[in-house]
């Protein structure tokens, strides 16, 4: 980050956009999954931090950012209010982790592959590819959104930094 760039916080269930030199950041992705989609053209970012997959399983869905599905909606939507292109959109995912040890034929308890798997398919219906992912495993994340250049920050506890 520069000395121009200002950093915006996603929170839970949370999602903002920003034009360059902006960098969208949110904290502890454990199974929630953070989408993160970008305009290379117009250096356009957009961040969400969703909790579930899917807001047509819960009655309490007034809350958009809350699911993978409509936030994921919302951020394209928001995204192209202030100039990016739908077409031009990629997208990076990361979180989706599995933070506790369970029986792992109990769908309910899958939350986090369920959360990276409707972040995938909200993303095909909408035709924008993902071109990096770093999901899954047992542990959290904080990623940084770059609005400059579109890389993704992935920062872990106990393994590593990564770009993706």
Known sequence: MNSFSKMIVVGMAD???TRCPGVLTTLGLGSCVGIALYDPINKIAGLAHAMLPDSTQIKNNSNVAK??????????IDMCLIGAKKDFLKAKIAGGAQMFA???????MRIGDRNVEAAYRI????GIPVIAN??????????ELYSDDG????????HGTYVI
């Open 15 to 17: 999602l903002n956009v």
């Open 102 to 108: 369970f029986d792992s034929t109990n769908e309910s």
């Open 123 to 126: 993303l095909r219906t909408y």
């Open 151 to 158: 890389r993704l920050v992935v920062k872990t506890i106990g």
């Open 134 to 143: 770093h999901t899954g495993s047992n542990y959290g994340r904080t990623i």
């Open 67 to 76: 699911f993978a599905d409509s936030a994921t909606k919302k951020l394209i």
